[in-house]
């Protein structure tokens, strides 16, 4: 009988544990919502494609708050809830430039309507202080899923 028990309960372990994990529903488009150190506040549409590939819809990252035309190429991975986004844009940092760069996001998705993390903007400009030798700015977002 306890020979039995035990089968039992190993069996009810290897069946609960063999069950196929389902990943969060991240299809569709996001409100992105980030701010790099020293910078204000800025909005994106982040837009989900298949296979790796979305878009970015920059909505007041050009001079003077203003909208960027068209959408920027983005790439994203999702392995079980670890989210990242990365993308080439063009960005002003601090209060005098506007520089070139890589802006990475990385989360994990706790919610099916909505996500926050960390982000880094990594600059095309090389900067002999830096270890990497690129300058770098980090900061947070949140992202909401648009209707």
């Not at 569709?28 to 989900?48: A, C, H, M, P, Y």
């Not at 760069?101 to 202080?129: A, Q």
């Amino acid at each position: 009988m306890k020979f039995v028990f035990a089968a039992l309960i190993v069996f009810t372990l290897f069946v609960t544990d063999a069950r196929p994990q389902t990943k969060p529903d991240f299809n569709g488009r996001w409100q992105v919502k980030f701010t790099l150190f020293d910078s204000k506040e800025k909005n994106l549409i982040f837009t989900v494609h298949e296979h790796g590939a979305g878009t970015l819809q920059l909505l007041d990252t050009a001079e003077n708050d203003k909208p960027v035309p068209g959408q920027q190429p983005a790439a994203w991975s999702l392995t079980n809830t670890n989210l990242s986004i990365s993308s080439e844009v063009e960005l002003a940092i601090g209060n005098c430039c506007r520089e070139m760069g890589t802006l990475i996001f990385k989360s994990k998705l706790s919610s099916p309507n909505s996500f926050s993390g960390k982000l880094v903007f990594v600059t095309n400009v090389e900067e002999d202080e830096s270890p990497y030798k690129y300058k770098s700015t980090v900061g947070t977002f949140t992202a909401t899923r648009v209707k």
